[in-house]
């Protein structure tokens, strides 16, 4: 069994990166990201690290599997992308401005342009959900495109 979160990244600025996050294949809530530089799983490792050098980027498009493990820096349980080429410790966790993400994905609504609202209440839904999932034994993956 498998529980399927996509994000469609659906504006692309220079600074940040907006998305749709659906859950089962129904809109779930909005994301934001640094900014998409169409970096792919394909992409080089050398390209990727040069990518980083140049400022805050989002990870590569992709399929990647979600753990829910213990964040050092959060100090709490929070989802963890898992195996991002070239990335280390990227989560899906609260924030509302490009400045609260280093390489993460943010939860929330999108009504104010470049921001999020409620990113807590939509962290804490997400969460719910995984943690249903994963209690089944279903394995959860994020697919971004």
């Not at 979600?66 to 929070?78: A, D, E, H, M, Y």
């Not at 280093?102 to 999108?110: A, D």
């Amino acid at each position: 069994m498998l529980m399927k979160i996509n994000i469609k990244r659906i504006a692309r600025k220079t600074d940040y990166t907006i998305g749709h996050l659906y859950v089962g294949g129904q809109y779930f809530c909005d994301t934001l990201e640094p900014a998409d530089c169409g970096l792919t799983k394909e992409t080089p490792l050398r390209d990727i690290q040069l990518a980083k050098a140049r400022g805050r980027v989002a990870i590569p498009m992709g399929c990647y599997r979600v753990l829910i493990t213990k964040s050092p820096r959060f100090g709490c349980w929070l989802p963890l992308v898992y195996g991002v080429r070239g990335f280390k410790g990227i989560r899906i966790h609260a924030g509302n401005r490009p400045g609260d993400t280093s390489g993460c994905i943010l939860v929330g609504w999108n009504r104010r342009v470049g921001e999020l609202m409620n990113s807590r209440t939509a962290l804490h839904l997400l969460m719910q959900k995984m943690t249903e999932a994963l209690g089944r034994g279903e394995r959860v993956e994020v697919e971004i495109e």
